[in-house]
């Protein structure tokens, strides 16, 4: 259903854009975490992150492809977030 942005009155038009800033927000966030995923990671580290945060395999999946143990696999996921974390916020990112 189509209304009229007239219609709508300056709360109504406010509750309206805010889906769309926080799509937006969250495209934006996607696309940095994305950028920082294949400008900062060697081939093996991107790999894994890839696997668990888009496929969102098991650790224990991951473990079998990579050739590293489940743990090893988690703590390496583990630090992986956190410096990426730590980066982005640097650069001015929310997370």
């Known amino acids: 259903m189509h209304q009229d942005i007239g ?6 038009l406010e ?21 920082y995923i294949y400008k900062n990671l060697n081939e093996a580290d991107r790999q894994i992150m890839i ?5 969102n395999m098991s650790y224990k999946d991951i473990s079998g492809m990579v050739g590293l143990t489940e743990g090893n696999v988690s703590a390496k996921l583990s630090r992986l977030r956190k410096k990426m974390k730590a980066d982005l916020a640097r650069e001015g990112a929310a997370l």
Request: glycine share 4%; hydrophobic share 30%.
């Open 15 to 35: 509750d309206q854009a805010e889906p769309a800033w926080s799509e937006y927000q969250a495209k934006e966030l996607y696309e940095k975490i994305k950028d």
């Open 51 to 55: 696997l668990r945060c888009v496929h």
């Open 7 to 12: 219609e709508l009155g300056p709360d109504k």
